[in-house]
């Protein structure tokens, strides 16, 4: 027994024997268009790995390939060390030992929620397959749902038993895509606290796709940033936040002020001030970009000058644009406290935190 995140005590899941995964220069073309480009990627045992990106950048693709649904056009899959799909070898999706827990990975509307739980663990007989299937939907806290049907629960519940049939057969390795993305806002924080309570108990290495930033750096261990079919920069959401390879990574993780600049000796000059850019050559066009937290409202007089245009309501924060002599876009920032109306001058003053610098 343990107690999850809301304290309440939950019985403890089977513990499963994490794999560690590899994608070795898996490529995936349909038709003319190419929509993995030999991707090379080492999940460790037991890690949870966020997959990140925009809409139709090859997110799931790459997870349906690791589940088997897929096969690589080129490059291979390594589970465990052995290749599951590649030149060599193909294992189907079931007997790869994997749990998947998909988007569009409808219940079965005819068996009843264990009936469904159970499902993958036919092999295990009759008796033992209800024990086990009961012990994940105690897990989920749905046991007492065990013999209804799947159309009176509520969407929440109903992800809870997807979640319960794909960890009830203890897989190594857990397959996510978009899990939370049909719940609303409060439901979907409080199934990701739960859902990451029970990976970590059941121990599973888990790939889990989202194109939203904020769930990836709350879930992953590590976030593999993927655009266009690429991995653009795979990390701890440390380090994609504080140095991320190019303004792709930066736009997806920050609110940014982008101010064109070009490099002369060394330095990037802006209304903000003039910031180191050594590892750029000279006349370079580049972005100087400031986020929109690390600017601070200061009396007039103060920093560099700038006039309120519009304040915005955004509960724990404000987002205040500003009018920046010599920056032709407007200016935000994310001030917690409260601001001068409309028109009135201040001034704006960097926070602590260097700015990013990028070419243009
Ligand atoms: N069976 C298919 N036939 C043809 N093109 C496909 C097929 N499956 C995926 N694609 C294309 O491959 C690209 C990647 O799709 P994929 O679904 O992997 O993206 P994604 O990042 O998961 O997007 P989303 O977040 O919208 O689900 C897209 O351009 C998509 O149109």
Redo the contacts with the bound molecule.
């Keep these: 027994m343990s107690r999850n995140a809301r304290g309440t005590i939950v019985p403890k899941a089977g513990v499963s024997f994490a794999k560690p995964l590899s994608f070795e220069n898996v490529r995936r073309e ?2 003319d ?1 190419c ?1 993995l480009h030999d991707i090379s990627l080492d999940i460790p045992a037991g890690e949870i790995l966020c997959l990140l ?1 925009p ?8 997870l349906r390939i690791a589940a088997g649904v897929e096969r690589p056009t080129s490059g291979r899959v390594l589970l465990d060390g052995e290749e599951v799909a590649g030149p060599n070898r193909f294992v189907l999706p079931e007997k790869r030992g994997i749990g998947l827990m998909f988007q569009d990975y409808a219940l079965f509307p005819h068996l009843t929620v264990l009936q469904n739980v159970a499902y993958g663990l036919r092999d295990l007989g009759r008796t033992e397959a209800k024990r086990e299937g009961l012990l994940a939907l105690e897990r989920v806290g749905l046991a007492s749902y065990a013999n209804r049907y799947p159309h009176i629960l509520s969407g929440g519940e109903q992800q809870r038993v997807a979640l319960a049939r794909a960890i009830a057969p203890r897989p190594g390795v857990l397959l996510m895509d ?1 899990p939370f993305s049909g719940l609303d806002s409060r439901l979907r924080d409080q199934m990701r606290d739960d859902t990451l309570a029970i990976l970590h108990e059941t121990k599973a290495t888990a790939i889990v ?1 989202t ?1 939203d930033s904020e769930e990836a750096m709350r879930m992953g261990d590590r976030i593999a940033l ?1 655009r266009g ?1 690429r991995l653009v920069q795979v990390g701890s959401a440390e380090e994609l936040y504080s140095a991320p390879s190019e303004i792709f990574a930066a736009r997806f993780f920050s609110d940014l002020n982008e101010i064109p600049s070009r490099v002369a000796s060394g330095k990037a000059e802006t209304p903000f001030g003039s910031f180191e850019a050594k590892e750029l050559a000279d006349e370079t066009e580049v972005l100087v970009c400031i986020r929109q937290r690390d600017l601070n409202v200061v009396p007039a007089g103060e920093g560099t000058p700038a006039s309120v245009v519009e304040s915005r309501f955004l509960g724990d924060v404000l987002l205040v644009e500003l009018a920046v002599a010599g920056v032709e876009r407007p200016v935000f920032v994310r001030p917690s406290g409260p601001v001068p109306p409309p028109g009135t001058e201040v001034g704006l003053a960097m926070g602590e935190t260097a700015p990013l610098i990028f070419p243009a």
């Design positions: 349909f038709g268009a929509a990106g809409s139709g950048c090859g997110k799931t693709t790459l978009e796709v194109h993927m079919g």
